[in-house]
């Protein structure tokens, strides 16, 4: 399924928000919009996050609008990722070179599909045949455009003949989780969606062998970000004695930052929280806390999978 295409000026992303019950389309005539289809969450996934800002920085360029302004718009869409920051400056360092910005854009694109079919491959050399594998969040191609991540891995075992099942949290408040299950239907890959709270359950009465997660940034020293929830699975597959795998590609990386403490950590919309798809669930007095992400210490990690293969460190 395509999940992105620009063409004319006009970026059409797919809205995955609609998933899996429509497939619906789009269409950003400039850089605002696509923002606002970042920030609104119809993209997401960092690595897909970066190339949408790619093409909206593209669409700034060619309609002669402040485009280092645009960058910085762009970049604040979604801080957390770093994914969109090292795609603004490697569009800016070729504008400013007098590139074509829409041919940047496309590079940056294939590049990071490039990236994650690597990765896919070396991760996919992890997975023992009917290993039964835990994952967080939405990693597959829609948080991409082609292949995925830490999802993309589980994938590609299937592909070689694998056959992992595989425990998809649901992902609250966004229930990412069922666009894991919608992705692993189309590929015909057993599995079952669980509440995020039931993981330690099923660590603890052995049916999990191992864990395998993304991230939006990777620190110099290990420590990552990824969806909220993510810290917890880590402590307790460190608690059974579970491998704890993130499978990022090298875009996601941030050497700029020693450790963790510093990597900026969005705070959504409570309303994502006390409305879920919609729905008021609580008392309208009721008040809530949503964080996006958390930070998983590095000492928690068995292993980290780019494109460069598998390795105890970034």
């Not at 307790?236 to 996601?252: E, M, N």
Request: glycine share 8%; charged share 25%.
């Amino acid at each position: 399924m395509q999940v992105f295409s620009f063409s004319n000026g006009m970026l059409k992303l797919l809205d995955q928000r609609k998933l899996p019950f429509s497939k619906d389309y789009i269409i950003c005539r400039d850089y605002r919009e696509a923002i606002h289809a970042i920030k609104d969450m119809a993209v997401r996934g960092a690595p897909a996050i970066s190339i949408a800002g790619a093409y909206a920085l593209a669409q700034a360029k060619q309609r002669d609008q402040d485009y280092g302004r645009a960058a910085e718009e762009i970049l604040a869409a979604r801080p957390t990722a770093v994914d969109l920051s090292n795609a603004v400056s490697f569009m800016l360092e070729g504008i400013n070179a007098g590139k074509d910005p829409g041919e940047l854009a496309k590079e940056w694109e294939e590049s990071i599909y490039g990236k994650c079919f690597n990765l896919c491959s070396h991760g996919a050399e992890l997975i023992t045949e009917n290993m039964r594998a835990l994952t967080h969040c939405n990693t597959g191609p829609l948080a991409v455009g082609r292949h995925g991540t830490a999802l993309g891995v589980l994938i590609t075992a299937h592909k070689k003949g694998k056959a992992p099942f595989v425990w998809a949290d649901e992902t609250r408040p966004r229930f990412q989780g069922a666009l894991t299950s919608w992705e692993l239907l189309q590929e015909h890959i057993p599995h079952k969606v669980i509440t995020d709270s039931s993981a330690g359950f099923l660590m603890q009465k052995q049916e999990v062998d191992l864990v395998v997660v993304g991230a939006d940034r990777i620190c110099k020293n290990g420590d990552f970000a990824n969806k909220i929830g993510t810290y917890a699975l880590a402590v307790l597959a460190k608690h059974h004695g579970i491998p704890f795998y993130v499978a990022a590609p090298t875009s996601t990386m941030d050497p700029s930052l020693e450790t963790g403490e510093k990597i900026p950590i969005e705070k959504r919309d409570e309303r994502e929280v006390l409305e879920p798809m919609g729905a008021r669930a609580y008392n309208r007095d009721s008040s809530a806390m949503n964080y996006a992400f958390d930070i998983t210490p590095a000492d928690l990690v068995t292993g980290y999978i780019t494109e460069e293969g598998v390795g105890k460190k970034p």
